[in-house]
């Protein structure tokens, strides 16, 4: 395959676009060798690590306007551990899933291969759309994504009409979503995520806010498999009551990756300097639409997702026409160091996926476009 350069003036002054591993700034990773440095290396146990926690939690808090007796927890393991978290931890008999993609998938999947667990009740919908799962009989856990990475897709999060007759927690997968989308927390009971979407940091742990609800649900399931002895197993590992005892101490129970503390720690606070979650949703929102908006202008590419309520402001998913190679466009695109543009790699469709979290710059979406827009015209000759 020829490479093709793309003349300088056009291309975006930082090309990484990936929909997780995502763009970490500059300032966060130089944080890092000038007034971090004296921490990494040290301990998890003592106060200066501890501090580093303790204000990502109470940062995180003031990010998502916390409501009342609401709990930042945190643990090893990333967004899939939570998975596992929640059938061991959350999850009473049984859940209902929302399922429409990869992500939303594997954790309906999850609670399937759990034997102390009823079948889940699985509502699906064709990829591109999304579906909530409805009230039904028994369920004491509903479960989908806020935004399913795999296809672009944002979802709302709202309690399941009636489902709170039967005590039943609303269990948010927000791991592409926290930071980059709106959100009224009182409408769930765990919104959880990883760091390396929308926090622009790197992978390896799991944050989870949680209501009073979820943290009760977790102690007392802890309490009554210590009863009835063999029915489930919580694993250590997986014990939701031991990370939120931890986490109120300002720990995680085995150690973390304290360069991904400092990092996230970092952005939380540039995020809330720059006026919080209101601010980074409209960033991501003004970036998601130049793309929209390109493509539903350009005469070769089209916005995956047909309904624009539906339409993710934080992975945007753009399809191209049959005669134009997007995996050739996302080659020649790297080879000029704009990178992580495929779209995922299951869906199998011809098609570009770009991660507009609030650290990549509007500016460099915009650049983006007219890099595609040159790369398809020189191809085209
Ligand atoms: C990335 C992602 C995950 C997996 O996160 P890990 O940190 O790799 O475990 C889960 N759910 C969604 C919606 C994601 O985007």
């Not at 676009?17 to 130089?30: A, D, L, T």
């Not at 609670?111 to 699985?122: G, M, T």
């Not at 992978?203 to 029915?231: H, K, M, N, Y």
């Not at 995996?327 to 543009?341: A, C, M, P, Q, Y």
Request: with cysteine.
């Amino acid at each position: 395959m020829d490479t093709i350069d793309i003349p300088a003036q056009l291309l975006p002054k930082d090309g990484r676009f990936g929909s997780g591993p995502s763009k970490i700034r500059p300032q966060q990773v130089r944080s890092l060798c000038d007034d971090s440095m004296s921490l990494l290396g040290t301990s998890h146990r003592q106060s200066p690590v501890k501090q580093i926690v303790a204000s990502i939690r109470q940062g995180l808090a003031d990010f998502f306007s916390l409501p009342d007796a609401y709990e930042v927890v945190l643990g090893n393991g990333g967004a899939s551990a939570f998975w596992d978290i929640a059938c061991a931890s959350l999850i009473s008999r049984q859940a209902a899933f929302g399922s429409y993609g990869s992500f939303s998938a594997k954790f309906a999947a999850c609670a399937a291969s759990a034997p102390f667990l009823l079948d889940p009740v699985i509502f699906e919908s064709p990829v591109g759309s999304y579906r909530l799962p409805e009230l039904t009989e028994g369920v004491d856990a509903y479960c989908w994504a806020h935004n399913e990475t795999s296809t672009g897709v944002a979802a709302p999060v709202r309690r399941i009409p009636n489902s709170e007759e039967y005590g039943a927690l609303m269990l948010v997968d927000a791991t592409s979503a926290a930071g980059a989308l709106p959100v009224d927390l009182a409408q769930c009971d765990a919104y959880y995520f990883s760091p390396q979407k929308a926090f622009g940091s790197d992978g390896g742990l799991w944050i989870a806010i949680l209501s009073p609800a979820a943290v009760d649900r977790a102690f007392s399931l802890e309490s009554s498999t210590e009863l009835e002895g063999a029915v489930r197993w919580i694993p250590p590992f997986l014990s939701l009551k031991s990370a939120i005892e931890y986490s109120r101490k300002n720990q995680t129970l085995n150690t973390p990756a304290i360069a991904t503390l400092i990092m996230l720690d970092q952005q939380i606070q540039w995020l809330n300097s720059q006026g919080g979650l209101d601010w980074s949703q409209q960033r991501c929102a003004q970036s998601a639409s130049l793309l929209y908006d390109w493509a539903e202008s350009s005469s070769y590419a089209r916005p995956f997702v047909s309904d624009p309520l539906a339409r993710s402001n934080a992975v945007v998913t753009i399809d191209m026409d049959e005669d134009i190679s997007a995996d050739k466009l996302v080659g020649l695109l790297r080879e000029n160091g704009i990178v992580d543009t495929a779209g995922y790699r299951k869906l199998g469709r011809n098609q570009l996926r770009i991660g507009v979290f609030p650290s990549v710059e509007p500016a460099d979406v915009a650049a983006l476009t007219r890099c595609v827009d040159y790369l398809v015209e020189v191809t085209r000759g």
